[in-house]
């Protein structure tokens, strides 16, 4: 079993960055697909980023292009997301996830390709 932990979260004003953290329980994390997806209120949860098992290729939502990047470190089973310029619409519970792949260029898009999820961590952005 796989546990994934967030951490990073807060409240920042627009304009602001803030950088979050998922550690990954379990041997394998070097072999995971790791993504990063947010929920606001009332909406659906929404992909953010997402980056292969080597950190050589990422995928980025519409929205945060050219101001989040997603990072690994798999000697410390850890999965980056820096914001930098942020706006209130990035309000929302932002969670971790990861499943294992085969091919260390894939990148996951899509909720139900993910296996393992973390709890989430509350990013609030004040106008």
């Known amino acids: 079993q796989v546990q994934l932990v967030e951490s990073g979260g807060g409240l920042v004003q627009a304009g602001g960055s803030l950088k979050l953290s998922c550690v990954a329980s379990?041997?394998?994390?070097?072999?995971?697909?790791m993504g990063w997806f947010r929920q606001a209120p009332r909406k659906e949860r929404e992909f953010v980023a997402g980056?292969?098992?080597?950190?050589?290729?990422?995928n980025y939502a519409d929205s945060v292009k050219g101001r989040f990047t997603i990072s690994r470190d798999n000697a410390k089973n850890t999965v980056y997301l820096q914001m930098n310029s942020l706006k209130p619409e990035d309000t929302a519970v932002y969670y971790c996830?990861?499943?294992?792949?085969?091919?260390?260029?894939?990148?996951?898009?899509?909720?139900?390709?993910?296996?393992?999820w973390g709890q989430g961590t509350q990013v609030t952005v004040s106008s």
């Open positions: 996830a990861g499943t294992r792949t085969t091919n260390w260029e894939t990148v996951l898009t899509a909720r139900y390709d993910y296996t393992y």
């Open positions: 379990g041997r394998t994390f070097s072999t995971f697909a």
């Open positions: 980056i292969s098992w080597s950190g050589g290729r990422t």
